[in-house]
């Protein structure tokens, strides 16, 4: 368990090398990433960063990005500057590869850079950037090993009730239990809102979609467009499932997406679609 908890317990030094590993990378074309990768990625006019990003293959998604049909950070910048908005092809990106803590330095560098065309996060955490130890490339290096101790932290924490009022407001992956079987694992930067939307209306919640078509051979209804409704009936069902299930919270400063994917593909829990 070492590795995992040094890894949580540095986790601001590390994210915040990571960000200075990614802004020493040199700036290329949008689409020239051609090599699929998990990692992050960094859009910059005239050098000054914009947009922060991550994904499992940063190639495909700087593909997108390099098209104004498909582009998030185009669109907003086009809203922001109107009519002066420079071509797409004006815009450089800065790459690294990440094993482990993608989300993380994704929202570390939107609040730290900071990046004015990512919507979300910019408020949410206090700015802190830290003097680069070079702990980046060693923490990556390492990443098998400190998910399968990140794995065995995570099963020996203790099953609670299904209650969104004891989870704590905090990143983190979760577990969900029914009458003592893994049935389905999550993450999320907030483990309390996101348990209160699995308790909540069926369209904001893929697990309760998932309980209900999967479990009960419920059908989606659909509303305005969207297949994400069941019955006043059915929902009901759903709500009374809940009841039977625990939870386990796992706070993770740094790599829960990582842990998350780990988890999933160790034991592929029958409400885990992907």
């Not at 070492?2 to 986790?11: S, T, V």
């Not at 919507?119 to 923490?139: C, H, P, S, T, Y």
């Amino acid at each position: 368990m070492e590795q995992w908890n040094l890894l949580q317990k540095n986790a601001t030094q590390i994210l915040s090398d990571g960000m200075h590993e990614l802004l020493r990378q040199p700036y290329r074309k949008l689409d020239s990433v051609m090599s699929p990768m998990s990692g992050n990625y960094l859009i910059s006019l005239d050098t000054l960063g914009l947009y922060a990003g991550e994904s499992l293959d940063v190639a495909h998604r700087l593909e997108q990005q390099s098209k104004p049909k498909t582009s998030t950070f185009y669109k907003n910048y086009q809203k922001q500057v109107g009519i002066a908005a420079k071509p797409i092809t004006n815009f450089r990106a800065q790459t690294i590869h990440t094993t482990l803590g993608r989300k993380e330095l994704e929202e570390f560098c939107i609040v730290n850079i900071p990046t004015p065309l990512n919507k979300f996060q910019l408020d949410k955490k206090a700015k802190v950037v830290l003097e680069d130890m070079g702990m980046w490339k060693e923490i990556q290096a390492k990443s098998s090993a400190i998910l399968e101790t990140g794995m065995q932290e995570a099963l020996s924490f203790p099953q609670q009730e299904w209650n969104p009022l004891l989870v704590p407001d905090k990143g983190g992956v979760y577990l969900i239990y029914h009458r003592g079987k893994l049935i389905y694992i999550g993450e999320t930067s907030c483990m309390s809102e996101r348990i209160k939307t699995h308790s909540g209306q069926t369209y904001f919640s893929a697990f309760r979609r998932n309980c209900g078509t999967i479990l009960f051979s419920f059908v989606l209804q659909e509303r305005n467009g969207k297949k994400r409704y069941f019955t006043e009936k059915e929902d009901y069902t759903i709500d009374c499932f809940l009841k039977e299930c625990t939870v386990v919270p796992f706070p993770v400063a740094i790599g829960r997406g990582e842990l998350e994917e780990y988890l999933i593909r160790k034991f592929t829990p029958v409400l885990n679609k992907k």
